[in-house]
């Protein structure tokens, strides 16, 4: 079975670099946490990817695009497929002034961001620093163990799909919709209001929806802003009665006489 472009399928795979072993990225929780490489702020779960979309490195697309739901399948993406050749002329030599106070901390192997570019520094020496603006996988081969988990077939399954894609986790998963006379309207839940760039995000949403559903013209946000009840003054505490001093004992008649 061949998968038509822009079919919207969920995969799951671990990346691997060939000739060192390197892990370099997993999809499944329990295999990251074997290759040394589980972040638990991330949400590991099967990725969404539409055939012939660039939503993943070339090779891979063309790979699972041949494939069917539930193959597994073990690929390798020779560096033209993947993060392309190493380019020589992506080795500059900047001088470390450019760097002002962090110069004196730099070291070998560090990233560095040099005009909104992210390099990794190769050599310092003679007041100046080589850094490298090749991807760090460029020029090797990756090799990705790949499952096709599931295809995503129902206008319902797909907009659920396009929602988690901006909006991963608990958030993507409670988002109401409807969809009506070409108009799918979406809930936006209160713990999403202060999302970071939540109207790229929306934007998004709604370009992905229009593309990937013909019959949809229009995509409608609601968010909904209620009143918030004033909190209750606290209840003043009860007075209580002032505690009487306890009676001292009456002295023993003999020590009165005593002290007569």
Same mark, same amino acid.
């Given at each position: 079975m061949t /998968? *038509?472009?822009g079919t919207l399928i969920y995969v799951n795979y671990t990346a691997k670099v060939k000739d060192t072993g390197e892990a370099i990225e997993s999809t499944v929780a329990d295999e @990251?946490? =074997?290759l040394n490489i589980y972040d638990p702020d991330r949400r590991y779960e099967p990725r969404l +990817?539409?055939?012939g *979309?660039?939503?993943v490195l070339k090779g891979l697309d063309e790979e699972i695009s041949k494939m069917s +739901?539930? *193959?597994?399948k073990t690929v390798e993406l020779p560096p033209e497929k993947a993060w392309g050749d190493r380019d020589p002329t992506q080795l500059r030599m900047i001088p470390l002034r450019k760097f002002g106070e962090k110069a004196d901390e730099m070291r070998t192997g560090d990233t560095v961001d040099v005009d909104n570019r992210l390099g990794v520094v190769r050599f310092i020496g003679s007041g100046r620093a080589q850094v490298d603006f090749n991807h760090r996988l460029a020029g090797k081969t990756l090799v990705y163990d790949v499952e096709i988990v599931s295809q995503v077939d129902t206008e319902e399954q797909k907009i659920r799909a396009l929602i988690k894609r901006r909006f991963p986790g608990e958030v993507? #998963? =409670?988002m109401e919709f409807a969809q009506s006379d070409g108009t799918v309207t979406i809930k936006v839940p209160e713990? @999403? /209001?202060m999302a970071e760039g939540l109207q790229v995000i929306k934007r998004g949403i709604s370009n992905d929806t229009v593309h990937f559903l013909p019959a949809v013209n229009a995509v409608v946000f609601e968010e909904v802003y209620k009143r918030k009840e004033p909190a209750k003054p606290a209840e003043p505490a009860e007075k209580s009665e002032p505690v009487a001093e306890a009676a001292q004992p009456e002295a023993p008649k #003999? #020590?009165?006489e005593q002290k007569a």
């Open positions: /998968f *038509e472009k @990251a946490k =074997k +990817v539409s055939i *979309e660039d939503w +739901v539930g *193959e597994r993507g #998963e =409670k713990d @999403a /209001f #003999e #020590e009165i």
